[in-house]
Nanobody, 127 residues
Framework: QVQLVESGGGLVQAGGSLRLSCAAS????????MAWFRQAPGKEREFVAA????????YYADSVKGRFTISRDNAKSTMYLQMNSLNPEDSAVYYC????????????????????WGRGTQVTVSS
C-alpha cells in the first residue's frame, strides 16, 4: 500500500503559477504509475496529467497541455505538478493518484484505474 499527501495549493491570481507536490510513503514509489486529477464544485472529477513509473513518458489533458508539467523524483518518493498561466477555470481540489496496474492507451485518463488517492489540495485562481 501507499499513502499519498498533496501540498502546495493556495490562492493565486490569474496568470500566476503554483507547484503542487504529492509525497508518497509505504511501498516503493517507482512501483506506481502516478497521476493528478482535479474536481471543481458541482463538476465531475477530471484527469489532469499522468506519468509513467520511470518518469519517461507523460500525458496531459488538452485543457492543461503547454501550461502544466508533471514530474516525479523516485529517490524522494514525490510527484510534482508545475502549473503556469493559471486561469479561474483551473480552480479545483487537486488529487494525486497511484496505480499498480498496467496502464496503456486511454486507461491513463480513467480514475478507476488508480488504486490509491490523496485527500487533495485546494487551488483557487482569482480573476
Amino acid at each position: 500500500q501507499v499513502q499519498l499527501v498533496e501540498s502546495g495549493g493556495g490562492l493565486v491570481q490569474a496568470g500566476g503559477s503554483l507547484r503542487l507536490s504529492c509525497a508518497a510513503s509505504g511501498r516503493t514509489f517507482s512501483d506506481y504509475a502516478m497521476a493528478w486529477f482535479r474536481q471543481a464544485p458541482g463538476k465531475e472529477r477530471e484527469f489532469v496529467a499522468a506519468i509513467t513509473r520511470s518518469g519517461g513518458t507523460t500525458y496531459y489533458a488538452d485543457s492543461v497541455k503547454g501550461r502544466f508539467t508533471i514530474s516525479r523524483d523516485n529517490a524522494k518518493s514525490t510527484m510534482y505538478l508545475q502549473m503556469n498561466s493559471l486561469n479561474p477555470e483551473d480552480s479545483a481540489v487537486y488529487y494525486c493518484a497511484a496505480s499498480t496496474r498496467s496502464m496503456f492507451g486511454n486507461t491513463w485518463y480513467r480514475g478507476d484505474r488508480y488504486d490509491y488517492w490523496g485527500r487533495g489540495t485546494q487551488v483557487t485562481v482569482s480573476s
